[in-house]
């Protein structure tokens, strides 16, 4: 099913906010489940990578070249990671009490989602890939924001801004002569963005280092529903 162009730009937006007032109505406590569900999505985009991405970056194109890119993305993510602490595989090591504007952790996340926003036009898998990545960090995030000290008008501004970077990213790669002449480099920066994030999501260690059942059949599930897709 392909979606018109609207919708693909919009449904980052929707899955942000819902993700929002879900967590302003319902305030969830238990984190195993997020956990589970952030499990399941670093699953399942990883295997669209593998799947969807990889092949179709490399076909007709310099196989070094593209390594290189898809190289640079995983550094990429590392430096972001930096400023944002882990909040784009779900930590975060803000100080709650501050009453300022995380401003590292609000960059870092937007030039996230950006990168993240390329290669989904043309590419519906990938759009779910990211929809599916993007609400236990949203929902993370939003637990953050409504349980500090910030302003809720600061609040506000972070999740609009940051629900707009995805689509912006899909956009640009339509409608920029630049972009498009160079989608296949940013389209490899894309996977290495998500190999880091994905791989550090699945085995980042819990406790005891070691993978409970569960999270071992979400996994399984995540995997098995992207070669399905």
Not at 139 to 161: E, Q, R, Y
Request: net charge neutral.
């Amino acid at each position: 099913m392909d979606f018109p162009f609207f919708i693909v730009l919009l449904i980052p937006i929707v899955a942000v906010w819902s993700s929002f007032f879900f967590v302003w109505a319902v305030k969830p406590k238990n984190s195993s489940n997020i956990k589970l569900l952030l499990a399941f999505s670093g699953a399942f985009l990883l295997a669209l990578t593998f799947f969807e991405l990889l092949p179709e970056v490399y076909e007709g194109h310099d196989t070094k070249t593209i390594a290189l890119f898809i190289l640079g993305g995983i550094l990429l993510q590392i430096f972001l990671e930096f400023f944002s602490k882990g909040a784009e595989h779900g930590h975060m090591h803000f100080d709650l009490e501050k009453n300022t504007f995380p401003v590292l952790l609000f960059l870092s996340l937007c030039i996230h989602a950006l990168v993240e926003g390329v290669p989904i036009h043309g590419n519906e898998p990938i759009l779910y890939g990211i929809i599916i990545h993007k609400i236990p960090v949203a929902i993370i995030l939003s637990i953050f924001l409504i349980n500090s000290k910030m302003k809720l008008v600061s609040a506000l501004l972070f999740m609009a801004v940051f629900s707009l970077m995805t689509p912006l990213g899909s956009y640009l790669a339509t409608q920029s002569d630049w972009v498009n002449n160079y989608g296949h480099f940013l389209t490899a920066l894309a996977i290495g963005v998500f190999l880091h994030i994905s791989t550090i999501i699945l085995f980042e260690s819990s406790q005891g280092h070691a993978f409970n059942l569960r999270k071992l059949l979400v996994i399984i599930l995540g995997v098995g529903i992207a070669y399905l897709v």
